[in-house]
């Protein structure tokens, strides 16, 4: 028996990063969802700043919220942290397995740069350590008590590592490690600054003195920062999944502007949950979406290489090119260096299959460009023009003659 282990590895921690993912965002909802629902109550204890009372699961829950503690510490105290901390680490590995193992495959693209997967590796850890580095130094300064001016701004250093970033490695690789700078980010945010002025909150109390107010203040500053990031990041996590987001090269434009609108829509039920409804955030949203996809596709239809002629493409043709340029990897038994499968299961020596998954094909290798990877057999224009044309006249296989 012979067992490919890498993918099953693959699975396993993504499994893992998707559900500690799932466990962090979702109190980090609920907690924001909490924080804006609490209101005063008549008979609130002392040191109370607001309560709630909600259903949930057959029974009802009385949340009180203490600010900045209450007067004597709980016996049992329950902390939110492991969530972020597992959502980090599993992400860091599968940044390692999928991107890292394979840089010559997924990370580089030797059309943008030439580059060994060790320079790759290098570069691509620069932006994410560096990324954390310029967040806290703004965050620290004076213009991290101005919310908008430093959202602004950190939104300019994304939109500058997006840009190079994308002119360094594939379109999925730079995505990534722009989603890879924010939730190192979020999750440096927990473990540099959240927790540990929690703690000295606790421990302060727990020696009989005040807590200093500001502690609290920089925490919910780094938190309001991490509710900010949840939409744009989720979407750069799934965004490797979309040629038409990181294939073309307006792919960093695509990305902040949806990352934009995933910002709105997190401002709109920020906003809803204090009671405001603001409609026209979802909408602006939706018109950036929509907006975004017709750029993408105008993008798109530009760069696709122009028809050669419109004689009708002769299979053997069509057989050449797929020869030259996808079997390496797309084969029963692939002779690429890494590759041990047809990857994502498409054996292109067989012919019904290329006719089967025409559309497919166009997608990656005419339209977005993103086949073969890192276009490592040198494709030409012409053969995508080709095959383009192959595919538009209806994509027939020898038999189909
Ligand atoms: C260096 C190896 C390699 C070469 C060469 C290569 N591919 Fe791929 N291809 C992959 C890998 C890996 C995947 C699966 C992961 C992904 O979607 O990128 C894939 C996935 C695909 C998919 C599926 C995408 C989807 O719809 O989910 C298509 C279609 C495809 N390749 C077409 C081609 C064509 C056509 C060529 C030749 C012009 C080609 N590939 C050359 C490695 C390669």
Redesign the pocket.
């Known amino acids: 028996m012979n067992i490919d282990i890498m993918p099953w590895i693959d699975l396993a921690v993504r499994w893992l990063h998707v559900i500690a993912g799932i466990a962090w965002i979702g109190s980090s909802f609920y907690f924001v969802w909490l924080d804006d629902h609490l209101v005063k109550g008549k008979d609130m204890p002392d040191g109370v700043s607001g309560e709630l009372w909600a259903v949930h699961g057959g029974g009802f829950y009385h949340n009180q919220k203490y600010l900045v503690a209450p007067a004597k510490m709980p016996a049992e105290l329950h902390w939110f942290k492991y969530e972020a901390y597992f959502t980090w680490i599993s992400g860091l590995l599968l940044l390692c397995i999928v991107y890292y193992y394979d840089a010559s495959?997924f990370l580089i693209d030797s059309s943008k740069l030439t580059l060994t997967p060790l320079q790759a590796v290098g570069i691509g850890l620069t932006f994410i350590a560096g990324g954390w580095i310029v967040y806290d130094a703004l965050c620290r300064s004076r213009i991290g008590d101005n919310a908008p001016l430093f959202g602004g701004l950190w939104f300019l250093v994304l939109l500058g590592s997006a840009y190079a970033l994308t002119h360094i490695f594939s379109g999925r690789g730079a995505f990534i490690h722009v989603g890879a700078m924010i939730g190192t980010a979020m999750a440096a945010n927990v473990f540099f600054v959240i927790i540990p002025n929690q703690k000295k909150v606790v421990a302060t109390m727990l020696a009989g003195n005040t807590p200093d107010p500001r502690l609290g203040k920089k925490a919910k500053q780094r938190s309001l920062h991490n509710n900010y990031m949840t939409l744009p990041v989720l979407l750069i996590m799934v965004s490797n999944h979309y040629p038409m987001l990181f294939g073309s090269n307006a792919n960093w434009i695509v990305l902040a502007a949806l990352s934009l609108a995933g910002v709105m829509v997190r401002h709109f039920f920020n906003l809803r949950h204090r009671g405001k409804f603001v409609w026209e955030l979802p909408a602006a949203a939706a018109a950036v979406f929509i907006g975004t996809m017709f750029f993408a596709a105008d993008v798109e239809h530009r760069s696709e290489p122009a028809a050669v002629s419109h004689a009708r493409v002769p299979f053997a043709a069509v057989r050449a090119?797929?020869d030259r340029?996808?079997v390496?990897?797309?084969s029963a038994a692939p002779v690429?260096v890494g590759?041990l499968s047809p990857?994502?299961g498409?054996d292109?020596t067989k012919d019904e299959v290329l006719e089967k998954?025409a559309s497919?094909?166009r997608?990656?290798?005419v339209t977005t460009q993103?086949?073969?990877?890192?276009n490592?057999?040198h494709?030409t224009a012409a053969e995508r023009a080709t095959l383009g044309a192959w595919i538009d006249q209806g994509a027939h296989g020898e038999a189909g003659r």
């Open positions: 495959i090119i797929v340029n996808c390496s990897c797309h690429h590759i990857p994502a498409l292109f998954n497919r094909i997608v990656r290798t993103t086949m073969p990877l890192g490592e057999t494709m």
